[in-house]
């Protein structure tokens, strides 16, 4: 845990008591703060109550006597409204921040110089921030890691000199950060999202290049124009920038060079300064970094480890290691020539699109509660689908648009199991059949959709889907035999 003393003996109110808001109140109280806590849900104000946190009902309380309101990210800070306890903290004329602003707060009190890389983006971000934390730590450095990534950022070890902090930072964390100011700040990439939060995608934007504009390096993705906007704001100020591409070369910048060699598609990861261009890591036959999106990924993640004085070597090393996230195009198994690739964690079209550029034979099971646009931006890829399982409320829209395009045969599945079956039968039925790119065929679960019709979230759903997988008959898992 890092202790937060810098509202020792002060007054704080605290709302919300889910996994975050509760580490942040034991954080506080740690550091010696008064906290008054409160949440609607009355099994969290009890859980909490258990800890012996000070429970108070906040719609009924003094608020004159409180230095600050702490947030948890999750509740409306703008819109659609702003939350109760927000308006009441206005009306008293005192700040209202999240636990990222906590701990940089502490950082400057304790260890100012102690490295931080900040990671957010629309898409991306809990990929890179893990394999900057994997290949620091197969560097051998001290590396914390988390944020709006696994462990809240207060549960973590405090700042010290020599000791890395590595965090994923949300759009609703950032708008609760007003002085964060990291080491490292990257900004991967922005497409709309979370528009019922911040009611706009200029206002979206805005957000999150806070991450970067105090940042002393900033890494900034140039592949969307949003994001090159960004860069070039950056440039202008004349402070440190290092841009990062993963479709495109660059004159100065860390980007991915795509090539064909022996039908099988290599990415190379090309630093180039000073005007001269090295190739620096090659990820081929690296599972985990499969696909065009984690050319970018590992491009940022390139940019700030070797910021971090890591060697070439040592990076690309870790980047052989790296074991790859649970949900992110996370290689389950195979059963023959066929793998099973779960990508549970695509809750967007523009998280599924990277996933169809991967394989040039997909057997693709998608569906939930689509959000807005639908698929339609992913025609362009519909080529590379052998055929499409629909699954949940996004059925009927999804199938409109096969229907529409005419190129993708589809079933209705229904449910998820029925979908694994039907696209494991189909799939094995291909299997002898030649096929082009890097020569696999692959059953990908990728929904573009939130999970919220079926399953309780992306997790519980990619649960299901390695268990349903596991299940077949003749699996294997990646590294037996």
Same mark, same amino acid.
């Given at each position: 845990?890092?202790?937060?003393?810098?509202?020792?003996?002060?007054?704080?109110?605290?709302?919300?008591?889910?996994?975050?808001?509760?580490?942040?109140?034991?954080?506080?109280?740690?550091?010696?703060?008064?906290?008054?806590?409160?949440?609607?849900?009355?099994?969290?104000?009890?859980?909490?109550?258990?800890?012996?946190?000070?429970?108070?009902?906040?719609?009924?309380?003094?608020?004159?006597?409180?230095?600050?309101?702490?947030?948890?990210?999750? +509740?409306?800070?703008? /819109?659609?409204?702003? /939350?109760?306890?927000?308006?009441?903290?206005?009306?008293?004329?005192?700040?209202?921040?999240?636990?990222?602003?906590?701990?940089?707060?502490?950082?400057?009190? +304790?260890?100012?110089?102690?490295?931080?890389?900040?990671?957010?983006?629309?898409?991306?971000?809990?990929?890179?921030?893990?394999?900057?934390? /994997?290949?620091?730590?197969?560097?051998?450095?001290?590396?914390?890691?988390?944020?709006?990534?696994?462990?809240?950022?207060?549960?973590?070890?405090?700042?010290?000199?020599?000791?890395?902090? +590595?965090?994923?930072?949300?759009?609703?964390?950032?708008?609760?950060?007003?002085?964060?100011?990291?080491?490292?700040?990257?900004?991967?990439?922005?497409?709309?999202?979370?528009?019922?939060?911040?009611?706009?995608?200029?206002?979206?934007?805005?957000?999150?290049?806070?991450?970067?504009?105090?940042?002393?390096? %900033?890494?900034?993705?140039?592949?969307?124009?949003?994001? !090159?906007?960004?860069?070039?704001?950056?440039?202008?100020?004349?402070?440190?920038?290092?841009?990062?591409?993963?479709?495109?070369?660059?004159?100065?910048?860390?980007?991915?060079?795509?090539?064909?060699?022996?039908?099988?598609?290599?990415?190379?990861?090309?630093?180039?300064?000073?005007?001269?261009?090295?190739?620096?890591?090659?990820?081929?036959?690296?599972?985990?970094?499969?696909?065009?999106?984690?050319?970018?990924?590992?491009?940022?993640?390139?940019?700030?480890?070797?910021?971090?004085?890591?060697?070439?070597?040592?990076?690309?090393?870790?980047?052989?290691?790296?074991?790859?996230?649970?949900?992110?195009?996370?290689?389950?198994?195979?059963?023959?020539?066929?793998?099973?690739?779960?990508?549970?964690?695509?809750?967007?079209?523009?998280?599924?699109?990277?996933?169809?550029?991967?394989?040039?034979?997909?057997?693709?099971?998608?569906?939930?509660?689509?959000?807005?646009?639908?698929?339609?931006?992913?025609?362009?890829?519909?080529?590379?689908?052998? !055929?499409?399982?629909?699954?949940?409320?996004?059925?009927?829209?999804?199938?409109?648009?096969?229907?529409?395009?005419?190129?993708?045969?589809?079933?209705?599945?229904?449910?998820?199991?029925?979908?694994? %079956? /039907?696209?494991?039968?189909?799939?094995?039925?291909?299997?002898?059949?030649?096929?082009?790119?890097?020569?696999?065929?692959?059953?990908?679960?990728?929904?573009?959709?939130?999970?919220?019709?079926?399953?309780?979230?992306?997790?519980?759903?990619?649960?299901?889907?390695?268990?349903?997988?596991?299940?077949?008959?003749?699996?294997?898992?990646?590294?037996?035999?």
């Amino acid at each position: 845990m890092t202790p937060i003393g810098v509202f020792a003996g002060r007054k704080v109110a605290l709302f919300g008591l889910g996994g975050s808001g509760l580490v942040t109140a034991r954080a506080l109280i740690a550091g010696g703060a008064d906290v008054s806590a409160f949440d609607d849900n009355p099994v969290s104000r009890d859980k909490a109550a258990g800890e012996g946190i000070s429970i108070v009902d906040l719609a009924q309380a003094d608020w004159s006597g409180f230095a600050a309101l702490v947030l948890a990210p999750g +509740v409306p800070l703008t /819109h659609p409204v702003p /939350h109760w306890t927000v308006e009441k903290a206005k009306a008293a004329g005192i700040e209202i921040i999240g636990d990222i602003e906590l701990f940089f707060r502490e950082r400057s009190k +304790v260890a100012p110089a102690a490295p931080v890389v900040c990671i957010t983006g629309t898409n991306g971000k809990s990929t890179t921030t893990a394999l900057i934390a /994997h290949v620091l730590r197969s560097a051998g450095r001290d590396v914390q890691m988390g944020g709006n990534i696994g462990t809240a950022v207060l549960a973590l070890e405090p700042p010290a000199d020599g000791r890395i902090h +590595v965090i994923e930072c949300s759009s609703y964390q950032i708008d609760l950060a007003p002085s964060m100011a990291p080491t490292i700040g990257i900004q991967m990439n922005l497409t709309p999202d979370h528009l019922d939060r911040h009611g706009t995608f200029e206002n979206y934007g805005a957000i999150k290049e806070r991450l970067v504009a105090n940042a002393d390096i %900033a890494v900034i993705g140039v592949d969307d124009e949003a994001s !090159k906007q960004m860069a070039r704001r950056r440039a202008a100020s004349g402070r440190k920038l290092v841009k990062i591409s993963g479709e495109q070369p660059l004159d100065d910048g860390v980007f991915a060079g795509i090539t064909a060699n022996a039908g099988t598609l290599e990415t190379r990861i090309v630093q180039v300064l000073d005007g001269k261009p090295r190739i620096v890591a090659n990820l081929a036959g690296i599972g985990s970094l499969r696909g065009s999106h984690n050319a970018q990924n590992a491009a940022a993640a390139f940019a700030a480890c070797f910021a971090l004085r890591l060697s070439a070597e040592e990076i690309a090393a870790g980047f052989k290691s790296y074991p790859g996230l649970a949900h992110r195009m996370e290689e389950i198994g195979r059963v023959g020539r066929v793998v099973f690739i779960n990508d549970s964690k695509a809750t967007n079209a523009d998280s599924t699109e990277k996933a169809l550029t991967s394989f040039r034979e997909i057997f693709w099971i998608l569906g939930g509660k689509a959000k807005e646009g639908g698929i339609e931006s992913l025609t362009r890829y519909f080529p590379n689908i052998a !055929k499409a399982y629909l699954i949940g409320a996004a059925s009927d829209l999804f199938a409109a648009t096969f229907d529409d395009d005419g190129r993708v045969a589809y079933e209705r599945s229904g449910t998820l199991d029925v979908a694994v %079956a /039907h696209a494991a039968r189909d799939a094995l039925a291909n299997s002898g059949d030649k096929v082009g790119g890097a020569g696999e065929i692959a059953v990908l679960l990728s929904p573009a959709c939130a999970s919220f019709d079926q399953f309780p979230n992306f997790e519980v759903r990619g649960d299901a889907f390695r268990a349903l997988v596991k299940a077949l008959p003749g699996f294997e898992a990646f590294g037996a035999g």
